[in-house]
């Protein structure tokens, strides 16, 4: 058996048949097919009995598709243990295990009665269960918090992560005292509020010295297998945070040589006389320069977002998350018409992607047709390969919430999303024998250029620039304090009536097409993610709210307290 699994720009060569609008072959109606069957012990008995006898000999007993006749195959069957298998529906695997896929793998509609087809479903679903178990023992038992679907990003085994190294590194990230002149700090480079960017086109050093590049969105960083706009080698976090703080070409922290001085500057901070002893129990000395890029580094691998409206139009969660317009807009990004997708692809909207048990990371660099084939600062992988067909080759950043990291290119050359659209249209703005094959040029109708506007704003996940976990520690937070409020498809106001362990009931007002009112004496219940938010509410308080579904559930965000 071979269930088709979909994700955006990966090629089925790799494991995967798939469409260039990152869905299943199951139609989109399958996802509302509910499982009528209840599990126990005896249906799992069953459903792995008619897994081993019809579906192993491609997938394997356990599911990895990792078998003698799997390796004949011309595309190899779906890896049922992988995290993509989160993405799937109930309905849709259960539609393909009916319909089959293609030449690709038989329909089994015939063979097996439907309560047959049901009881695989949650055989599948349990060979996912079991490679979770395996992958949460590596990682250890820190909570990640993943956005819906994603894949676990692989931690290296000498930077386990830990509540308290993240929250040391939470205090690392926006301290001052990581600059010579005190006066900067990550976070002065990559600001929360706009998807950890700066709004700057090229980067502004403590010295006051222009960089030549651009700070690049943190978002999800933990997936990157390269970790700077060209330096190929860069590939870990830890090794990542030592050049801010200790580089000089150019001069960014400006500390060089200054390792004794901010060892003892982070010795005499009464907080970090608690974090970095409870972060690292075995040292007898834990303010070092190590510790301080470890706790940076896990801090950072914390910053995952994948919660935009595109991902709940995705999901099925919510089929109006998105306009007519961004769905348009959808069609036009994943065509070959634009070939946007060959390097804004999977589901970091990227070429260059890495996670937990993945086989090998994909790491890619484009010449997008900015520059004339000039060894400058423009010169990007080739200042470290020395080949001349790199020259000007830059990677690709994610798309994700790209409406907040203006401006863009490399150099921020390019102003507003508008403007890298008519870039991309014309094919670039300089002749270079090194431009990729997916810059040819294009022609949009204003509609269509509105529509992949529309597409682009709909990846910004409006979490990000509020998260609480994600803020600044140090600031002095006062009862006229209160986070931005960004744009949200539905937003409801109540009262509270009751808080559980992770989620709240409230009497709330009507959300026009999305929510009918509930008054008294019923309540509806809904889950809250972050429990810093959940922690914070009362019976009887009134809040107002952003509210969002999700499977079967109503999940609040962006919650702002409006008193008693």
Same mark, same amino acid.
């Given at each position: 058996?071979?269930?088709?699994?979909?994700?955006?720009?990966?090629?089925?060569?790799?494991?995967?048949?798939?469409?260039?609008?990152?869905?299943?072959?199951?139609?989109?109606?399958?996802?509302?097919?509910?499982?009528?069957?209840?599990?126990?012990?005896?249906?799992?008995?069953?459903?792995?009995?008619?897994?081993?006898?019809?579906?192993?000999?491609?997938?394997?007993?356990?599911?990895?598709?990792?078998?003698?006749?799997?390796?004949?195959?011309?595309?190899?069957?779906?890896?049922?243990?992988?995290?993509?298998?989160?993405?799937?529906?109930?309905?849709?695997?259960?539609?393909?295990?009916?319909?089959?896929?293609?030449?690709?793998?038989?329909?089994?509609?015939?063979?097996?009665?439907?309560?047959?087809?049901?009881?695989?479903?949650?055989?599948?679903?349990?060979?996912?269960?079991?490679?979770?178990?395996?992958?949460?023992?590596?990682?250890?038992?820190?909570?990640?918090?993943?956005?819906?679907?994603?894949?676990?990003?692989?931690?290296?085994?000498?930077?386990?992560?830990?509540?308290?190294?993240?929250?040391?590194?939470?205090?690392?990230?926006?301290?001052?005292?990581?600059?010579?002149?005190?006066?900067?700090?990550?976070?002065?480079?990559?600001?929360?509020?706009?998807?950890?960017?700066?709004?700057?086109?090229?980067?502004?050093?403590?010295?006051?010295?222009?960089?030549?590049?651009?700070?690049?969105?943190?978002?999800?960083?933990?997936?990157?297998?390269?970790?700077?706009?060209?330096?190929?080698?860069?590939?870990?976090?830890?090794?990542?945070?030592?050049?801010?703080?200790?580089?000089?070409?150019?001069?960014?922290?400006?500390?060089?040589?200054?390792?004794?001085?901010?060892?003892?500057?982070?010795?005499?901070?009464?907080?970090?006389?608690?974090?970095?002893?409870?972060?690292?129990?075995?040292?007898?000395?834990?303010?070092?320069?190590?510790?301080?890029?470890?706790?940076?580094?896990?801090?950072?691998?914390?910053?995952?977002?994948?919660?935009?409206? %595109?991902?709940?139009? =995705?999901?099925?969660? +919510?089929?109006?998350?998105?306009? $007519?317009?961004?769905? *348009?807009?959808? @069609? &036009?990004?994943?065509?070959?018409?634009?070939?946007?997708?060959?390097?804004?692809?999977?589901?970091?909207?990227?070429?260059?992607?890495?996670?937990?048990?993945?086989?090998?990371?994909?790491?890619?660099?484009?010449?997008?047709?900015?520059?004339?084939?000039?060894?400058?600062?423009?010169?990007?992988? %080739?200042?470290?390969? =020395?080949?001349?067909? +790199?020259?000007?080759?830059?990677? $690709?950043?994610?798309? *994700?919430?790209? @409406? &907040?990291?203006?401006?863009?290119?490399?150099?921020?050359?390019?102003?507003?999303?508008?403007?890298?659209?008519?870039?991309?249209?014309?094919?670039?703005?300089?002749?270079?024998?090194?431009?990729?094959?997916?810059?040819?040029?294009?022609?949009?109708?204003?509609?269509?250029?509105?529509?992949?506007?529309?597409?682009?704003?709909?990846?910004?996940?409006?979490?990000?620039?509020?998260?609480?976990?994600?803020?600044?520690?140090?600031?002095?937070?006062?009862?006229?304090?209160?986070?931005?409020?960004?744009?949200?498809?539905?937003?409801?106001?109540?009262?509270?009536?009751?808080?559980?362990?992770?989620?709240?009931?409230?009497?709330?007002?009507?959300?026009?097409?999305?929510?009918?009112?509930?008054?008294?004496?019923?309540?509806?219940?809904?889950?809250?993610?972050?429990?810093?938010?959940?922690?914070?509410?009362?019976?009887?308080?009134?809040?107002?709210?952003?509210?969002?579904?999700?499977?079967?559930?109503?999940?609040?965000?962006?919650?702002?307290?409006?008193?008693?």
């Amino acid at each position: 058996m071979r269930l088709t699994l979909v994700l955006i720009g990966l090629a089925a060569a790799k494991g995967f048949a798939h469409d260039a609008n990152g869905r299943t072959s199951a139609p989109i109606e399958s996802r509302r097919l509910v499982n009528p069957l209840k599990t126990n012990e005896a249906v799992l008995f069953a459903a792995g009995a008619t897994f081993n006898k019809l579906c192993s000999r491609c997938h394997g007993e356990d599911g990895k598709s990792q078998t003698k006749l799997a390796a004949t195959l011309p595309y190899r069957p779906t890896d049922l243990t992988n995290y993509l298998m989160q993405q799937m529906k109930d309905g849709e695997i259960y539609w393909i295990v009916s319909n089959g896929v293609d030449q690709r793998m038989p329909a089994f509609a015939k063979e097996l009665t439907e309560p047959q087809r049901w009881e695989l479903v949650f055989w599948v679903r349990e060979l996912r269960v079991r490679q979770l178990y395996k992958e949460r023992i590596q990682l250890g038992e820190f909570d990640w918090q993943l956005p819906p679907g994603f894949p676990f990003p692989k931690v290296p085994a000498d930077n386990l992560m830990s509540a308290e190294k993240v929250e040391l590194g939470r205090h690392l990230f926006y301290d001052t005292r990581l600059s010579l002149n005190q006066k900067q700090s990550c976070a002065s480079c990559h600001q929360q509020s706009r998807a950890f960017t700066d709004g700057r086109g090229r980067g502004l050093g403590s010295t006051g010295e222009l960089h030549p590049r651009g700070p690049m969105s943190l978002i999800n960083t933990a997936y990157s297998p390269i970790l700077t706009w060209a330096n190929p080698n860069v590939t870990k976090l830890e090794q990542q945070a030592l050049v801010p703080m200790f580089g000089d070409h150019p001069v960014e922290l400006g500390l060089n040589g200054k390792e004794d001085l901010l060892a003892q500057r982070l010795k005499g901070e009464p907080r970090y006389q608690k974090l970095f002893p409870a972060s690292f129990p075995k040292d007898a000395d834990p303010f070092t320069v190590l510790n301080v890029t470890r706790a940076i580094a896990a801090f950072e691998r914390t910053l995952l977002a994948g919660d935009s409206p %595109y991902d709940e139009y =995705r999901r099925g969660d +919510d089929p109006d998350a998105i306009s $007519a317009a961004a769905k *348009r807009g959808e @069609a &036009l990004f994943f065509g070959e018409r634009l070939e946007c997708f060959h390097c804004h692809g999977g589901f970091n909207f990227t070429g260059s992607v890495d996670y937990l048990n993945k086989g090998t990371a994909e790491i890619e660099f484009h010449n997008t047709g900015l520059y004339e084939a000039k060894p400058d600062e423009h010169a990007g992988l %080739y200042e470290f390969t =020395r080949k001349q067909e +790199d020259i000007g080759k830059f990677k $690709a950043p994610s798309l *994700r919430n790209i @409406a &907040l990291t203006a401006p863009y290119m490399h150099d921020g050359s390019v102003k507003t999303l508008d403007a890298a659209i008519t870039h991309y249209s014309k094919g670039g703005r300089a002749e270079n024998p090194n431009k990729s094959e997916f810059v040819p040029g294009f022609e949009l109708s204003a509609r269509e250029r509105a529509d992949l506007l529309s597409f682009l704003e709909s990846l910004t996940d409006a979490g990000v620039a509020v998260n609480p976990r994600w803020a600044d520690p140090w600031r002095k937070v006062t009862g006229t304090d209160r986070s931005p409020v960004l744009p949200l498809q539905h937003r409801l106001v109540g009262e509270v009536v009751a808080v559980y362990a992770d989620s709240v009931a409230l009497h709330h007002s009507a959300v026009r097409g999305f929510l009918d009112a509930m008054k008294a004496p019923s309540a509806r219940e809904f889950l809250v993610k972050d429990p810093h938010q959940l922690a914070q509410l009362k019976p009887g308080m009134k809040v107002s709210s952003g509210v969002k579904k999700r499977g079967n559930d109503y999940v609040l965000e962006q919650i702002q307290l409006r008193g008693k």
